[in-house]
């Protein structure tokens, strides 16, 4: 009976930080990390830019132990992958850091460019493998074809299973270059 008691608060408590996760990562403020981080310039607002989301779904170990590969749903679908820089630091409050370079080409052909990543992760009890994400921000720096000279800010939220792979789920905007038709 006691050990039924601990699961069920195991659980809740799992399910509180990805709660917890998901309400950081919904407000209209941009996360800590992502105001403190150098920016590449961008005169993308919200007023200038396209919305975008959609899913990203990568193995671990695809290419290496380093490197993930996998697909992205939505706005921007296409095939994915990223590449950790180094092992993961570990952070404030108990958090786990990866750095990540992303590397992204859409289903019609284009590339898209971005600076290196920062995930902050909380593990999630009852997996030693299971992190929940709180904090990652992308920010878009070009790309090829349509994305050419494009920028754009975007952030992610979901979980990684360094067993398995990554789910996210990401949401933002990206504003296209003038063309010479505009």
């Not at 996360?31 to 403190?36: D, E, I, W």
Request: overall charge neutral; aromatic content about 8%; some cysteine.
């Amino acid at each position: 009976m006691k050990l039924g008691r601990i699961a069920r608060i195991a659980f809740l408590l799992s399910v509180a930080v990805l709660l917890f996760a998901f309400i950081a990562n919904s407000g209209g403020h941009p996360p800590a990390a992502a105001a403190s981080r150098p920016r590449t310039e961008s005169n993308c607002t919200a007023a200038k830019g396209t919305p975008v989301g959609g899913m990203i779904m990568t193995n671990f170990g695809a290419i290496d132990q380093y490197t993930t590969m996998g697909v992205a749903t939505g706005d921007l679908r296409g095939a994915v992958s990223g590449t950790l820089q180094g092992a993961p630091q570990p952070g404030a409050g108990g958090t786990l850091v990866f750095h990540v370079q992303h590397h992204w080409v859409t289903e019609s052909g284009d590339t898209l460019f971005f600076d290196l990543a920062t995930a902050t992760t909380v593990p999630v009890l009852l997996s030693p493998t299971l992190l929940a994400v709180v904090t990652y921000p992308l920010q878009l720096t070009g790309g090829t074809g349509r994305f050419a000279g494009a920028t754009g800010d975007m952030n992610a939220i979901g979980e990684i299973d360094l067993s398995a792979g990554t789910v996210f789920r990401y949401t933002g905007q990206v504003c296209f270059a003038k063309s010479d038709k505009d």
